[in-house]
T-cell receptor, first 108, second 111 residues
Framework: QKEVEQDPGPLSVPEGAIVSLNCTYS??????FMWYRQYSRKGPELLMY????GNKEDGRFTAQVDKSSKYISLFIRDSQPSDSATYLC????????FGAGTTVTVRA | DAGVIQSPRHEVTEMGQEVTLRCKPI?????LFWYRQTMMRGLELLIY????????DSGMPEDRFSAKMPNASFSTLKIQPSEPRDSAVYFC?????????FGQGTRLTVV
């Protein structure tokens, strides 16, 4: 079993829809939780960062962490075609462990 | 800060040749990671350093791979000899307190 599980999708939504992404994990030692966005042929870009259970908002993005369930989520409101990318969850306990990434396409 | 800088951006080499990938981390970051990304396997952690010291190299696939970090501002990943199955995008990332930032990667093609 992988330490971090993420459904690779792909996920296709119309413009303006809410995108919902999630990951589960098995390692209780993970301290920090992140979401990265990766455009084609680019490096992963840090999108959201949190270290506690609960919600964190940044513009159209909301990250949720539930440590008791070992479950994290990312929501993108009012999605735009420019949000089309691969989204990777990542978790940190002195090394970064990544999910497989979910490819999202927002249709105009 | 210019971010994590990797060179070269692209490398095409013949099987059996030595390949050296370079990374300049963000100043002040105490962790440095080398990842490999392929369609089949996603992002794989190869090795990471803390304060220039290698901590975990269990992800290095074979003895053909080696990495060094002679100082806080420079790291190399070397493959010798290279093989076609080493073709992938290699990323370097540096972090402080869990926030990791990636370079743009080196796209390696071994023919």
């Amino acid at each position: 079993q992988k330490e971090v599980e993420q459904d690779p999708g792909p996920l296709s939504v119309p413009e303006g829809a809410i995108v919902s992404l999630n990951c589960t994990y098995s390692n209780s030692a993970f301290q920090y939780f992140m979401w990265y966005r990766q455009y084609s042929r680019k490096g992963p870009e840090l999108l959201m960062y949190t270290y506690s259970s609960g919600n964190k908002e940044d513009g159209r993005f909301t990250a949720q962490v539930d440590k008791s369930s070992k479950y994290i989520s990312l929501f993108i409101r009012d999605s735009q075609p420019s949000d089309s990318a691969t989204y990777l969850c990542a978790m940190y306990d002195y090394k970064l462990s990544f999910g497989a990434g979910t490819t999202v396409t927002v249709r105009a | 800060d210019a971010g994590v800088i990797q060179s070269p951006r692209h490398e095409v080499t013949e099987m059996g040749q030595e390949v050296t990938l370079r990374c300049k981390p963000i100043s002040g970051h105490d962790y440095l990671f080398w990842y490999r990304q392929t369609m089949m396997r996603g992002l794989e952690l190869l090795i990471y350093f803390n304060n220039n010291v290698p901590i975990d190299d269990s992800g290095m696939p074979e003895d053909r791979f080696s990495a060094k970090m002679p100082n806080a501002s420079f790291s190399t990943l070397k493959i010798q000899p290279s093989e076609p199955r080493d073709s992938a995008v290699y990323f370097c990332a540096s972090s402080s307190r869990g926030r990791a930032f990636f370079g743009q990667g080196t796209r390696l093609t071994v023919v």
